[in-house]
């Protein structure tokens, strides 16, 4: 098991492309898949790379940004999130920082998913992710 890694700057794109194929496989609309946010400061990158796979699924991706991971989780609700989450923290031991939207209920687009992942991430955590901005702007 293993996420797959995708760049940033593709981030945007990759929402996208979660919607399409969430509004043609799940014709109910329900929580098709959450994006989660985590702060990994402090834990080493060596860390990281070595325990993050192992926790996710081929299907999931991932985003890295500075300290800062995004995993884009297809089928995967609110709870299944806070699951992912715990084993996290299982894993490093420690509290990691998070935060988590789920499509289509908190957006409908990447913008709006983005936007509402920077205002969870700064209410609960303090955290300012304005990095988020550039990951909706159009790249050469």
């Known amino acids: 098991m293993a996420g797959v890694m ?3 700057y593709n981030f945007s794109s990759l929402i996208e492309l979660n919607i399409g194929i969430s509004n043609r496989l ?3 609309r329900s929580e098709s898949f959450t994006i989660l946010f985590c702060d990994f400061s402090g834990t ?6 070595t325990n993050l796979p192992s926790l996710l699924r081929t299907s999931d991706s991932i985003i890295h940004y500075e300290q800062y991971y995004f995993f884009v989780m297809p089928y995967t609700d609110r709870f299944g999130t806070g699951i992912v989450k715990r084993m996290i923290e ?3 031991a420690t509290p990691i920082p ?14 709006e998913l983005l936007e509402s992942l920077h205002a969870e ?3 609960i955590h303090h955290i300012d992710l304005d990095c988020l901005y550039s990951a909706t702007e159009r790249q050469p």
Do not use: R
Request: charged share 20%; with cysteine.
């Open 6 to 8: 995708f760049s940033f």
């Open 26 to 28: 799940d014709e109910n």
């Open 44 to 49: 080493s990158q060596s860390s990281i790379d």
């Open 90 to 92: 299982e894993v490093f």
């Open 98 to 111: 998070s935060a988590a939207v789920c499509y289509p209920s908190n957006g409908e687009n990447a913008a």
């Open 121 to 123: 991430a700064k209410k």
